[in-house]
């Protein structure tokens, strides 16, 4: 259900401004997008699993907010990773 080490370093090195990036906005939008995707799958074997449902709906909600900050501050940025991870924002 959360994402290896590799995956998420994968996931800097794709993202992230240097190879030291952790934390810029692409980053972080990049690893939520993952761990939404997993737990997308995860409700598909299990719908009754209403206690994890919350938890995924506060990632969709960090996610939202990281995406309208983008788009305010750097939307030429907001629209690439909108396209690279193929994520529908308005």
Do not use: C
């Not at 259900?1 to 993202?15: A, D, N």
């Not at 972080?28 to 709906?57: C, M, W, Y």
């Amino acid at each position: 259900m959360s994402i290896t080490t590799e995956k998420k370093h994968e996931l800097f090195g794709e993202f992230g401004r240097d190879e030291n990036d952790v934390g810029s906005p692409e980053v972080q939008i990049a690893v939520l997008t993952e761990r939404i995707n997993n737990l997308s799958e995860h409700f598909k074997k299990f719908p009754k699993d209403n206690n994890s449902k919350r938890g995924f709906f506060v990632l969709i909600g960090r996610r939202k907010k990281l995406l309208a900050y983008l788009r305010r501050t750097d939307y030429a940025g907001f629209k690439s990773i909108v396209d690279k991870l193929g994520i529908r924002a308005r």
